[in-house]
């Protein structure tokens, strides 16, 4: 079972830079898509970006293409979302997110989950 932990959240103006990070708990993790998805509060969790395992392919939704940026290092089982340029609408709970198939961008795609952390983007 592939463990996630989350950190890098918090509350951060409007404009303002945040980057999070997602450890996993197995070496193996190497070879997982690795992706984070979002929920704000009385809404459906949604993709936001993902990384295939040598980060040759990278997707993000289109709200968020040209300010955040997905980047994986292997070696220490982390994957990170470099989040500029942040807005009021881009806070929610951030969730890390790894599959051994990439089949899509549905939150049912995935199999493994992190606990979430919370990012708030002031006006």
């Known amino acids: 079972q592939v463990q996630l932990v989350e950190s890098g959240g918090g509350l951060v103006q409007a404009g303002g830079s945040l980057r999070l990070s997602c450890v996993a708990s197995e070496r193996t993790s190497g070879s997982l898509v690795m992706g984070w998805f979002r929920q704000a509060p009385g809404e459906e969790r949604v993709f936001v970006a993902y990384a295939s395992t040598t980060s040759y392919t990278r997707r993000y939704a289109d709200s968020v293409k040209g300010r955040f940026a997905i980047s994986r290092d292997n070696a220490k089982n982390t994957v990170y979302l470099q989040m500029n340029s942040l807005k009021p609408e881009d806070t929610a709970v951030y969730y890390c997110?790894?599959?051994?198939?990439?089949?899509?961008?549905?939150?049912?795609?995935?199999?493994?989950w992190g606990q979430g952390t919370r990012v708030a983007v002031s006006s």
């Open positions: 997110a790894a599959t051994q198939y990439y089949r899509g961008t549905s939150a049912s795609d995935w199999n493994y």
